[in-house]
């Protein structure tokens, strides 16, 4: 049998692209290291931050199959659906899981017309200042920021110079990152920062969509009021 390309897998995921987004933009920005079809399942390594670990299958019997072709290197999981879990960990440790919900903004919700001559794309050397002022270092460096900057859609509002608010994509062009300095909240630059980034992904082509800890109540009413939709529950984990 003729071993499936790249522009074939691509075209078999984009069969259901709202399932596999995160693998096809993923794939878009960061070096792959492998890549597979089986049956109806793809297999990907791809690295960013960690060399993570992609899968899509359509269900359990599938997903054993694949469970069959894991190493020992094989560590960090991306976008795992629920249940997915119990396969994928069965006799394992797991080190450290963050589970969110994913959320997708339809095509149909348009947006308000917006002109702030504030906000523009980040600049790489916003980098160090975004990572000290974030409320996530322990998940992210600074050379995690400079690559998001360089490789996906940003957004930043400045007041006199200074840079107050900011979002940026993750490496599978999620929206995130999103922070407002306490000093400039409650002046809708959150919602202002959100519908910047989601032009950019509209005009790229891309869907718009979101990861949101379902605990992060403020989070995931902006996503709402913004028209977001609750797709699917997703995690991410280090396993051994």
């Known amino acids: 049998m003729e071993k499936d390309t790249l522009e074939s897998i691509v075209s078999f995921l984009k069969q259901d692209e709202l399932k596999n987004m995160n693998m096809l933009y993923f794939m878009e920005n960061n070096p792959i290291h492998s890549l597979e079809r089986i049956g109806d399942s793809v297999l990907l390594r791809g690295k960013s931050d960690q060399r ?20 020992e290197d094989d560590r960090y999981f991306a976008v795992v659906e629920d249940w997915m879990l119990p396969l994928l960990t069965e006799g394992k440790t797991i080190l450290w899981q963050m589970s969110t919900m994913k959320l997708v903004l339809p095509d149909h919700v348009k947006l308000r017309e ?59 062009l999620a929206l995130g990152l999103l922070h407002v300095l306490d000093d400039y909240r409650r002046r809708g630059y959150a919602s202002a920062l959100t519908a910047f980034l989601i032009r950019l992904m509209r005009n790229q082509g891309k869907i718009p969509f979101a990861h949101i800890e379902e605990n992060n109540f403020k989070s995931m009413a902006l996503a709402m009021k913004s028209g977001f939709r609750q797709d699917r529950r997703v995690h991410w984990l280090k396993i051994q």
């Open 52 to 71: 993570w670990v992609y899968i899509s299958t359509p269900d359990e019997q599938q997903l054993n199959k694949v469970l069959g072709l894991l190493n």
């Open 114 to 172: 917006m002109h702030d001559s504030r906000i523009a794309s980040l600049s790489i050397d916003d980098a160090q200042y975004v990572y000290e002022n974030s409320l996530y270092q322990g998940a992210i460096s600074p050379d995690y920021i400079r690559s998001r900057i360089k490789n996906g859609p940003s957004a930043g509002i400045r007041e006199s110079g200074k840079l107050v608010g900011w979002a940026m994509t993750h490496d599978d």
